[in-house]
C-alpha cells in the first residue's frame, strides 16, 4: 500500500461546478498536511496547507479526516485555470522529508 | 519571493556520462532536496541536505550523489548515467522543521525542473 494515495484521475468538470477530490494517507503519526498544484511541466507549488480544524481559502476548502486519515479538497466555482494536477503530500514527525502522492489531475471544460 | 534555479530546462546525454545538475535557492533555507518526478509515481526523493556540507539519502539514491558546499548551492551527480535516469528532476528548499509540526516551515519550494534524457 502506498503512503499517499490519490485518484490520478482525470476528473473532467464543466466550468463553474464543484469538485472534490480526497488523499488517503496510511501512517496515523502524520502530522502536516498540503496540497500543492503543478500546471503542465511546470514546478509543484504550494495550494494551501491543510488544518485540523479545516481551512478555506476563497474558493477552495481543505479538510482533515484524522480518523479515517484522509485530507480533501474542494473547488468551489471551477474556473478554466484550475486545470491542474493537485498533490496531496503529508510530513509525518516534523522531520525533513514530505511523503508526496502521485497527483490526481483535474481538467475544467468551458 | 522565493527564487529556486536550476542550471539547465533540458538536457540530454548519452549512456555513461558524468552528469551534473545545479540547483541555487536565494532565501538562505537551511534544507534542499532533489526528487525525480516520473509518470505515475509522484516525487520521490533522491538526497536531501539539511545543512552546509551534510547529506541524507532519501528513498531513491542509488547511481546518484550530491555536494553542498555552499549553503545556497546544492549539486546532484549521475556518475554514470543510464537510460533509466531519464526522468524529470526537481530540486526544493525549505527552512528546517520547527519543533512541533508547523506548516509554514514544512513548505518547500521548488525549482523549474530539469528534463533529462539519457539516450
Known amino acids: 500500500r502506498k503512503e499517499v494515495e490519490q485518484d490520478p484521475g482525470p476528473f473532467n468538470v464543466p466550468e463553474g461546478a464543484t469538485v472534490a477530490f480526497n488523499c488517503t494517507y496510511s501512517n496515523s503519526a502524520s502530522q502536516s498536511f498540503f496540497w500543492y498544484r503543478q500546471d503542465c511541466r511546470k514546478e509543484p507549488k504550494l495550494l494551501m496547507s491543510v488544518y485540523s480544524s479545516g481551512n478555506e481559502d476563497g474558493r477552495f476548502t481543505a479538510q482533515l479526516n484524522r480518523a479515517s486519515q484522509y485530507i480533501s479538497l474542494l473547488i468551489r466555482d471551477s474556473k478554466l485555470s484550475d486545470s491542474a494536477t493537485y498533490l496531496c503530500v503529508v510530513n509525518t514527525d516534523s522531520n525533513y522529508q514530505l511523503i508526496w502522492g502521485a497527483g490526481t489531475k483535474l481538467i475544467i471544460k468551458p | 519571493d522565493v527564487k529556486v534555479t536550476q542550471s539547465s530546462r533540458y538536457l540530454v546525454k548519452r549512456t555513461g556520462e558524468k552528469v551534473f545538475l545545479e540547483c541555487v535557492q536565494d532565501?538562505?533555507?537551511?534544507?534542499m532536496f532533489w526528487y525525480r518526478q516520473d509518470p505515475g509515481l509522484g516525487l520521490r526523493l533522491i538526497y536531501f541536505s539539511y545543512d552546509v556540507k551534510m547529506k541524507e539519502k532519501g528513498d531513491i539514491p542509488e547511481g546518484y550523489s550530491v555536494s553542498r558546499e555552499k549553503k545556497e548551492r546544492f549539486s546532484l551527480i549521475l556518475e554514470s548515467a543510464s537510460t533509466n535516469q531519464t526522468s524529470m528532476y526537481l530540486c526544493a528548499s525549505s527552512f528546517p522543521p520547527a519543533r512541533e509540526a508547523d506548516p509554514l516551515t514544512d513548505t518547500q519550494y521548488f525549482g523549474p525542473g530539469t528534463r533529462l534524457t539519457v539516450l
Open positions: 532565501m538562505d533555507h537551511e534544507n
